[in-house]
């Protein structure tokens, strides 16, 4: 039987990836592929070996590199946001923290695809289920989410403090142990960060119910399934919900709410048309 190894370990993906970057540099200060200003060093990367000690993991020595010095590394090396990814998941196996702030909001392509389903309501959200973009269908379905404050746009601060949220479930229980059993699952994997700490922490003082199936420590994936939610103008809506990761942003994730059969539809048609 093979053994599987660390990615570091076996072909040095992480080696071929740095070398491969840290050549691209030399390039960017001899003028190929880029621009940089006059008087700029030929050899950028020789500096940047000499102080993280690039060439020992080029070559596959030293073992698997720390979290410290891959984010130097990424940062010596102007890595994009991808890149800075790719770096992560080849040296230690894993993506680095999310570091994603509910301020910073998402891009203008990001929500023009959103404004593009009038009848499917999606948001984006960060990490720690801080929305951070939401279309109309999703303001008139879900949440009011511009009427709330940045930092109070939390899905599980609403789930479990909003009352409003809460009355709007079909089976409260259900949904709230399956987002808390998720959330945990999500912040195991992207690495506990002071926000999501701060969340539980102040969620447990204010709900026992959060408190208690926290506790329970179950965990469980989004992926997707299906929700039905009481609308106080067009009563049930029942949909059909799904998760995508978003390319280049791994702190974000979009969730689409798809009308599960026609008469949703035709309900999400109705709030379209309203006010």
Known sequence: MTNTLAPSCDSNNLGAFLKDRRQRLDALALGFGGHLAFGVKKSLSEPISA???IRGLEQGRGGAPSVRVLESLAKALMLTEAEREHLFLVGIGHPPKAHSSVQEGISERLQRFLDAM???PATVATSTWDIVGWNRAAQLALTDYPALP???RNIL???FLDPATRAAQNDWETVARFLVATFRA????MGENPRSAGLVAEISSKSTDFKRMWRA???HTAGEGSKTIFHAVVGEITFEFSSFAIDGRPDLKLMTYNPAE???LEKMDRLSHSG
Not at 186 to 189: F, L, V
């Open 150 to 152: 940045p930092d109070q």
């Open 157 to 159: 601060r609403l789930m």
């Open 186 to 189: 999500e912040t195991a994997r």
């Open 51 to 53: 102080q993280h000690g």
């Open 262 to 264: 026609r008469s949703d």
């Open 217 to 219: 420590n179950d965990v």
């Open 118 to 120: 009038p009848m499917i």
